[in-house]
């Protein structure tokens, strides 16, 4: 079955700070990894996707994610965080096998970045 | 290019009343799933559609249903509403089924009371 886990429900960074949001995942098959951004009372924002290629993905406001198999990991990261990085942050992973686009999300992880 | 479109918001709804949730996908795009999101549970996958089909369920009891139209439009249905039904519900869309991403509308928040 496949799975998701963010083991951390909250990250506190200091403005300027690097930041790192973990994420495990178990799937049966190549992976599909997806890191999305939620804002209060608001969608999800995709941020990235790792599908195949370079373990270094490169997504949208400065956020990265590196690929690892050995530890089916796919951590968020960014060099330098901001105060409006604050939000709730979901990893999601599809399996390759199938036609289907049906997510399976981890529990999420809260970032507060402080100035 | 618009967005995926979620109408409406906001709802407010009686126990055991029905409700029916709207959702535009991106043009051009022809699947369509459905999440629910509440504190306890997280985000659950509810159904996908592609093509006017449903190709894949979650695990939501019967009360739970949808369609998608011709022009890729859907919608979600709930009947016998239930208090814990409250939650946020995200629509997502994708160019095709097995598509490598998806994008979600803002949701609409159902509250039952």
């Known amino acids: 079955a496949q799975s998701v886990a963010q083991p951390e429900d909250q990250v506190n960074v200091a403005e300027g700070n690097p930041l790192t949001v973990k994420c495990t995942y178990s799937?049966?098959?190549?992976?599909?990894l997806f890191w999305y951004v939620q804002y209060p009372n608001r969608g999800l924002q995709f941020l990235l996707k790792?599908?195949?290629?370079?373990?270094l993905v490169k997504g949208s406001y400065g956020f990265e994610a590196e690929f690892n198999k050995s530890q089916t990991s796919f951590h968020l990261k960014k060099p330098s965080a901001l105060v409006s990085d604050s939000a709730l942050y979901f990893c999601?992973?599809?399996?390759?096998?199938?036609?289907?686009?049906?997510?399976?999300f981890g529990a999420g992880t809260r970032l507060a970045v402080h100035p | 290019k618009a967005g995926v479109t979620q109408t409406p918001r906001y709802l407010i709804k009686t126990r055991g009343q029905q409700v029916t949730l709207s959702c535009s996908p991106i043009?051009?795009?022809?699947?369509v799933s459905w999440y629910q999101q509440t504190p306890g549970q997280g985000l659950q996958f509810l159904f996908e559609?592609?093509?006017?089909?449903?190709?894949n369920k979650g695990n939501f009891p019967g009360r739970f249903s949808g369609r998608q139209f011709s022009n890729s439009r859907s919608e979600m249905n709930v009947s016998t509403l239930e208090l814990g039904d409250s939650a946020l519900y995200l629509c997502?869309?994708?160019?095709?089924?097995?598509?490598?991403?998806?994008?979600f509308g803002q949701g609409t928040r159902l509250t039952v009371v």
């Open positions: 997502a869309s994708s160019l095709e089924q097995g598509a490598r991403g998806a994008f």
């Open positions: 043009s051009g795009h022809r699947s």
């Open positions: 790792y599908i195949t290629g370079d373990n």
């Open positions: 559609y592609f093509s006017e089909t449903q190709r």
């Open positions: 999601a992973v599809r399996g390759s096998s199938g036609g289907y686009n049906k997510l399976i």
């Open positions: 799937v049966s098959g190549n992976p599909y």
